[in-house]
């Protein structure tokens, strides 16, 4: 069984940072993409970055420049570092992971969410 727990998120005034961690743990091969999703209310899930197992990223271009996606494979952790946040960040973010569980099976996982709210 895999599992992704999110930490990290909370309450921050607009231009404020947060930073957060989604770990994987469990029994699998390895892990191949590793992004963060966000959802805020009466919206579609939508994506905010992505890091492969070689570490190439990809943003929206909605937080290009503010954003940071990095992980560490040692750790089995993904991280996205959140600076300038805008109220309009406020949304739920979920981990997502493809994991690789034996060489024949590829299944995706998502973790439980995180509340990342930008209010002053």
């Known amino acids: 069984q895999v599992q992704l727990v999110e930490s990290g998120g909370g309450l921050v005034r607009p231009g404020g940072s947060l930073r957060l961690s989604c770990a994987a743990s469990?029994?699998?091969?390895?892990?191949?993409?590793m992004g963060w999703y966000r959802q805020a209310p009466g919206k579609q899930r939508e994506l905010v970055a992505v890091?492969?197992?070689?570490?190439?990223?990809s943003y929206a271009d909605s937080v290009k420049g503010r954003f940071t996606i990095s992980r560490d494979n040692a750790k089995r952790t993904v991280y996205l570092q959140m600076n300038s946040l805008k109220p309009e960040d406020t949304a739920v973010y979920y981990c997502?992971?493809?994991?690789?569980?034996?060489?024949?099976?590829?299944?995706?996982?998502w973790g439980q969410g995180t509340q990342v709210t930008v209010s002053s």
């Open positions: 997502n992971a493809a994991v690789v569980v034996t060489l024949f099976q590829e299944y995706d996982y």
């Open positions: 890091v492969t197992s070689g570490g190439s990223t």
């Open positions: 469990g029994t699998f091969f390895s892990i191949k993409a």
